[in-house]
């Protein structure tokens, strides 16, 4: 599949859907903001679809205007694009519009990605899904504009860690380059995004780190956050993004993983890994995926089980 194949049947179609994975990340919120703009300033009929909560420090993201509660989107969009997404589940009540939708794109950059589309685009060389968003928009001919740079920058630094996980390259620093020459004031983004915390969160990264138990002669690291503790806190799910990090950077840790309970009970995992363990591996094992170094599964189980059972699979993942 050609990438020329996504845009011209997104420049044919009149109605379009954009739509990512529930528990929003940057990347998958400045990916569908920045596609949304995009195809608005061509003069289509487009909805993004919001399937759960947006985080609050993403709040400055431009192209609300154009944010749709699932349940009451106005119309049945001849397209869908599914941004970011590696599988269908990972819609939550969105699944509803892909059933719906006449075609169905995927355009996404997680290896383990299970090519759902009707058309799919998956570069998993690219440091964030937004990267092959800027190509969809240049290949339209849309000029980007700062509000379009904003997102496209905002989901970029989102995804890379600002710039620091290695899967970052030349390609991720010329377009990140090209939106600061745009206006975008990339201090700002970053400090926003990574260096600012409400009062409630600041709370809640304080009971993870308490949690924080290491094992396999210190190379894993495991936070664990029950629903309880997230309700005591007054917090949610989506204040959660990137509280793994700081089990990760622990030194001689390897792997790291967050634990946490969802709101109807089932066990979320979060992984990370600093050099050699391949993530997505130890997620595939529970019917998961993502990236090498950054993935995830879900399990119905007790906490204590699903500790148990991730800690078997990531000891046979050390050399």
Known sequence: MMLTDIVKHLIKSDSIGVISHVVPDGDALGSSRALGLALEKMGKRVIIIKNDQTPQKYNFLPGVHLVVESD???????????????????????ILHFKKAGTVLNIDHHISNTMFGNLNIVDANAAA???????????????VDLDIATCLFTAIAADTGCFR??????????????????GVKS????NGIFNTRTYQQTKMLGKAIESIKLFHEGRTAVMSISKAVMHKAGCGQEDLEGIIEFA???????????IRETETGDIKVGLRSNEYVDTSAIAAFFSGGGHKKASGYTVNSSM?????????????KYR
């Open 165 to 182: 996980y290695d899967s970052t390259t030349s390609v991720t620093h010329s377009i990140a380059g090209e939106m600061i020459s745009i």
């Open 72 to 94: 009451s989107a106005p119309f049945n969009a001849d397209t869908l694009a599914v941004l970011d997404c590696g599988d269908i589940e990972r819609l939550g009540s969105g």
């Open 187 to 190: 201090n700002s983004i970053c």
């Open 248 to 258: 990760r950077d622990i030194k001689g840790v390897e792997v790291a993983a967050l």
């Open 304 to 316: 204590e089980d699903a500790e148990f059972m991730l800690l078997e699979q990531i000891k046979k």
């Open 129 to 143: 899904t937004a990267e092959i968003i800027y190509q969809v928009i240049k290949l339209m001919g849309v000029t």
